[in-house]
């Protein structure tokens, strides 16, 4: 992604925050019984006839909708990765942004392999940043919360990849010349 190259790395367990969400998300994110999970699985239910790229845009602008809140004010720390369920009644910073929308095409049916929450720095704002990476039809699609639009990761020349994850292992992201 953005020309870097990829090291596997097999131990999730160094990355607290990813593991508490993927251990959490089977158990809480599927509570019957709350509105805003009941609204966005019915949202997800609609888009299951649509082309995968249209499923991925409507992905996209579903999760961008909502507000950006920063987690010290949400949750009192200064960085708190939340599942779907407390990104839809909190709403959220970018991490959380990219993980509903990563489990919103899980359950759609996108393989895992092909999705990563990709941790990055902005060079134009100097600030780390989180997206979700989508592999698509030979291209690596980015959900941003940032733009409205999913672009290819050719044309985004502002972000240095620094890791990506998924819900079976993470890699680092080395510049080309390493």
């Not at 039809?137 to 639009?149: A, E, H, P, W």
């Not at 998924?166 to 680092?172: A, F, G, P, R, S």
Request: some cysteine.
């Amino acid at each position: 992604m953005f020309g870097y190259n990829e090291l596997d790395q097999p131990d999730l367990s160094i990355l607290p925050q990813w593991t508490r969400v993927i251990k959490r998300h089977p158990r809480e994110d599927f509570d019957s019984t709350n509105i805003q999970l009941k609204e966005w699985l019915a949202f997800v239910n609609s888009l299951r006839m649509l082309p995968p790229r249209e499923q991925i845009e409507k992905v996209n602008s579903f999760a961008n909708e909502r507000k950006y809140i920063v987690d010290l004010r949400n949750y009192g720390v200064k960085d708190y990765w939340a599942i779907v369920k407390e990104f839809l009644h909190n709403f959220g910073d970018c991490e959380d942004f990219s993980i509903t929308k990563f489990y919103s095409l899980r359950l759609l049916g996108f393989n895992e392999d092909d999705l990563r929450v990709l941790i990055l720095q902005d060079t134009n704002l100097g600030v780390a940043h989180a997206v979700l990476a989508v592999a698509l039809d030979g291209d690596v699609l980015i959900l941003d919360n940032q733009s409205q639009q999913v672009i290819s990761h050719h044309e985004i020349v502002h972000y240095t990849p620094l890791y990506s994850v998924n819900e079976q292992q993470w890699w680092l992201h080395l510049p080309p010349n390493l």
